[in-house]
């Protein structure tokens, strides 16, 4: 059989799989393991186990759950309330200070948990409500926190950056890097917008925040510096060659468990035990998937799927800009039904020889789409984080949540257009840090 048409076949019903309601891993394993019984023959099954165990026998997946337990430690204290407090009282004097003050909330929360869903719930029901009472747009409110809250995949200490290196064999400190530039790109242009549409259609009687003290903006930082000296220490040893990634996020984990303990007093055993247990399954869920897909990437090279694709794109006569809209295209609608880490290790595998091909970086390639995979998070049907803010201001009808996000979704399509334009956006500091990539 045609491999190009095996691989429509494979794709077809991998979708229909998934659609049926099962989870992830399970569905790519069974796709891969029909496949491989169709037309390898049952004895390709005893391959399965060894590639399934041999996908996790990997030092840098150690990472994944130390930065897991990271994010859990500090997203079960108050230090996203924390976080934004201290930056309304620091920024209570500039225009529209609370719009940026959530955006900065989220940007850093973000970055620190490294989850979008817990970025929106911490910073959310404080930052919500107080920018309703102060007669900003139900649509910014609830917009920006929403998008904001897609930051934790893009700005390091990133998991779905880890799960495309471990995918791809790509450098994981490079990618940290890559995504700090486009971040803070992304968190201007958020801002931006913001600022525009709640002078636009704000309130203006009802904007202005009330007066702290200096004493009062001095005496919330003892609660807030130290989990950002963490996440600063982290990137320090990593990138001054002090540790491996898989070594400082095991010290980041437990020096933001000692923090949650010491300062927020998270010293009861129940509470430890359920950021263990949390960490645990999401951790489990995650490497799940990874040995899942590299059964479902041996099945794919097995039956010549991926280099038959790859071979086909390099004997098209398309320009390479075409060819990486159709892939934004595709990766677009695949974030609007599957998770971010999913759709990663599934694609990976096909996409990274294609664009390789095309000329593209793979460094830059991953910020793309990463962007990508943000836009899907505050998109319907599945938009984790539009139900999350749903969740949290019930009051607000998800019609008016969505129309406020996607202004938001059109600022990450201007930060991919701006990265084709200027991809030294996200190769300059990598290569500026750590040398030209061979």
């Known amino acids: 059989m045609d491999p190009l048409f095996l691989g429509a076949l494979v794709a077809i019903s991998t979708i229909v799989v998934l659609f049926s309601g099962v989870s992830v891993a399970i569905g790519l394993l069974i796709v891969s393991a029909g496949f491989l019984i169709t037309f390898d023959g049952l004895r390709s099954l005893e391959l399965m186990p060894e590639i399934l165990f041999s996908k996790l026998d990997s030092f840098a997946l150690l990472s994944i759950p130390m930065f897991i337990i990271m994010g859990s430690s500090i997203a079960s204290t108050r230090a996203g309330a924390d976080l934004y407090e201290a930056l309304e009282r620091w920024l209570t004097r500039v225009p529209g200070g609370l719009v940026i003050s959530n955006l900065g909330a989220c940007a850093l929360f973000a970055a620190m948990s490294g989850s979008s869903p817990a970025t929106c719930a911490a910073i959310g029901k404080m930052g919500i409500p107080e920018m309703r009472k102060r007669g900003y747009p139900d649509g910014v409110a609830a917009g920006s926190i929403a998008a904001g809250g897609t930051l934790g995949i893009l700005i390091p200490p990133s998991v779905t950056m880890i799960v495309y290196g471990i995918a791809t064999e790509t450098s994981i400190g490079r990618l940290f890097l890559a995504g700090v530039i486009p971040g803070l790109l992304l968190v201007i242009l958020f801002m931006?917008?913001?600022?525009?549409?709640?002078?636009?259609?704000?309130?203006?009687?009802?904007?202005?925040?009330?007066?702290?003290?200096?004493?009062?903006?001095?005496?919330?930082?003892?609660?807030?510096?130290?989990?950002?000296?963490?996440?600063?220490?982290?990137?320090?040893?990593?990138?001054?060659?002090?540790?491996?990634?898989?070594?400082?996020?095991?010290?980041?984990?437990?020096?933001?468990?000692?923090?949650?303990?010491?300062?927020?007093?998270?010293?009861?055993?129940?509470?430890?035990?359920?950021?263990?247990?949390d960490s645990t399954k999401e951790s489990v869920m995650i490497l799940f998937i990874i040995a899942a897909a590299g059964v479902f990437s041996y099945m794919l090279s097995s039956l010549y799927i991926t280099q038959s694709i790859a071979e086909w794109i390099g004997t098209l006569d398309v320009n390479r800009w075409v060819l990486m809209i159709a892939i934004n295209i595709f990766l677009l609608i695949a974030g609007f039904f599957l998770p971010p880490v999913a759709v990663i290790l599934m694609a990976a595998p096909i996409l990274l020889p294609i664009i390789t091909i095309a000329g593209f970086d793979p460094i830059w390639f991953a910020v793309v789409l990463t962007i990508n995979m943000e836009i899907g998070l505050i998109s319907p049907p599945v938009g984790l984080n539009l139900y999350v803010i749903n969740g949290i201001a019930p009051d607000i009808p998800l019609k008016t949540i969505l129309t406020g996000s996607l202004p938001f979704v059109a600022c990450m399509v201007l930060a991919i257009i701006l990265l084709c334009v200027f991809p030294s956006l996200a190769t300059w500091l990598p290569d500026k840090m750590m040398g030209l990539a061979r």
């Open 192 to 277: 931006a917008w913001s600022l525009y549409s709640t002078w636009k259609s704000g309130n203006t009687a009802l904007l202005s925040s009330r007066s702290y003290s200096w004493q009062e903006r001095f005496e919330i930082l003892p609660r807030v510096i130290p989990f950002i000296l963490i996440i600063l220490g982290v990137l320090y040893a990593m990138y001054g060659g002090i540790a491996t990634p898989s070594e400082t996020a095991a010290v980041g984990a437990l020096l933001c468990l000692l923090i949650a303990m010491i300062i927020y007093k998270l010293w009861h055993p129940r509470l430890l035990w359920q950021v263990l247990r």
